[in-house]
Structure formats: structure tokens, C-alpha cells
């Protein structure tokens, strides 16, 4: 079956960097666009960045565009998600995703059918 496992979330202070890694097994990774959603406490999850299945095509929501770089590496079978210049307001566990459909790169998140655990980002001010 589909899994995927993030990891590299953590405690940073505002202006500081992490980097997220999404582990995925159970789907042929290369013909899949792949997605990074967020949910922050009492609000509804929301998409973040995706990236198409061989990097041509990348999508970022304008809240972290310019501080948020996402990639992949199909032989390792993983995605990325840098952040930089980290704000409290980024604050929320951040889940990869995968969409139901291979050959696509949806951008909202009822089109994705396989969600990862989540991974816990807290940035203090």
C-alpha cells in the first residue's frame, strides 16, 4: 500500500530555515505529481506547494512563495520542502500528499487520496 512519511519538522525561531523530507513507497513515485498541505491549530488544512511529477511544473501558495523551495529526487523516492525566513504564522503540521491520479499536479487538496502522518513545524517569535 501507499506510504509516505515526512520528516525534519522541529522548533526554529522566526528568520530560521528547516527542511522537510517526504519519504514515499508503495506507488511508482516518478509518475506522480506530489503535493505539501499544511494545518495550523483550528483552521482548516491548506495547500502549500506541489510539484509535477518531473519538476517541470512547481506551485507554491503566496503565503510562502519566495521563502519555500519544494523539489524531489524520483531514484530516492522522496520529496522536499525547504523553508526559509520562517514566520510564526508558519506554524502548523505539514503533511505530504500524494493525488489520486498519476500524471496529474492538483492544487486542492480533495483531489489528493494519500496523506503522510504530518510532521510538527513551531516557530517562535
Known sequence: QVQLVE???GLVQAG???RLSCAASGLTFSIYGM????????KEREFVAAISRSAGSIYYAD??????VISRDNAETKMFLQM???KPE???VYYCAAPQYAHTTPLSLRDYKYWG????VTVTS
Open 117 to 120: 502522518q504530518g510532521t510538527q
Open 7 to 9: 520528516s525534519g519538522g
Open 16 to 18: 530560521g530555515s528547516l
Open 90 to 92: 508558519d506554524t502548523a
Open 35 to 42: 503535493g505539501w498541505f499544511r494545518q495550523a491549530p483550528g
Open 63 to 68: 503565503s510562502v512563495k519566495g521563502r519555500f
Open 84 to 86: 526559509n525566513s520562517l
